[in-house]
């Protein structure tokens, strides 16, 4: 997971030694760890080493599947031809753009990517605690869009909550 139970206890002010609700916690982390992953489109936290085939359509970006982007081994185009690292550069976090004209349809690129169990951005981090927060916030009022109390009242998002979204906008995945 991109975050842990211990790391989201003390954003829902609740103790670590407090173990009342664990199984309850580690569940909502768990949603919220997978709408992150859906949102972004890649799961971050998969650090591999791999080899992909892509099609390239008129484009110079071209996205591969575990960003970021740590290092390129090589790139190779469907005629064999290898393109040297002077003709392209890791343009975001998982996306590599191409300098000049791309001659082939298809390119295979081996490269490493993901982000290590000590390198996940304390933001995205935070994306997974707002939306745990609020899915912990939530229970027993599933299926309401509003409840009010005397003059307090409260309106739950259906979706992913708008701060988290705006930090996971960041990290999201771009289909070209």
């Known amino acids: 997971m991109i975050t842990s139970k211990d790391e989201l206890k003390p954003f829902l002010?609740?103790?670590l030694s407090d173990t009342d609700n664990d199984t309850l916690?580690?569940?909502?982390?768990?949603?919220?760890?997978?709408?992150?992953?859906?949102?972004?489109?890649?799961?971050?936290?998969a650090v591999v080493t791999t080899s992909e085939e892509k099609r390239v359509y008129k484009?110079?970006?071209?996205?591969?599947?575990?960003?970021?982007?740590?290092t390129i081994v090589s790139i190779?185009?469907?005629?064999?031809?290898?393109?040297?690292?002077?003709?392209?550069?890791?343009?975001?976090?998982?996306i590599v753009e191409f300098l000049g004209a791309l001659s082939a349809t298809t390119i295979n690129v081996t490269y490493s990517g993901g982000y290590g169990e000590n390198d996940m951005p304390e933001d995205l981090k935070l994306a997974v605690w707002v939306i745990a927060?609020?899915?912990?916030?939530?229970?027993?009022?599933?299926?309401?869009?509003?409840?009010?109390?005397?003059?307090?009242?409260?309106?739950?998002?259906?979706?992913?909550?708008?701060?988290?979204?705006?930090?996971?906008?960041?990290?999201r995945r771009v289909l070209l």
Do not use: C, M, Q
Request: proline share 5%; hydrophobic share 30%; charged share 30%.
């Open 133 to 171: 927060e609020s899915l912990y916030n939530r229970r027993g009022s599933f299926g309401a869009k509003k409840e009010s109390i005397f003059s307090y009242s409260i309106d739950y998002h259906d979706d992913i909550p708008p701060d988290a979204k705006a930090i996971l906008n960041d990290y």
């Open 25 to 45: 916690i580690h569940s909502v982390l768990k949603a919220a760890d997978s709408k992150v992953k859906n949102y972004l489109r890649y799961n971050p936290e």
């Open 13 to 15: 002010d609740i103790e």
């Open 76 to 94: 190779t185009d469907s005629n064999g031809v290898a393109y040297e690292t002077d003709e392209y550069r890791i343009a975001e976090k998982g």
């Open 59 to 70: 484009s110079r970006f071209v996205p591969l599947d575990h960003g970021p982007i740590t």
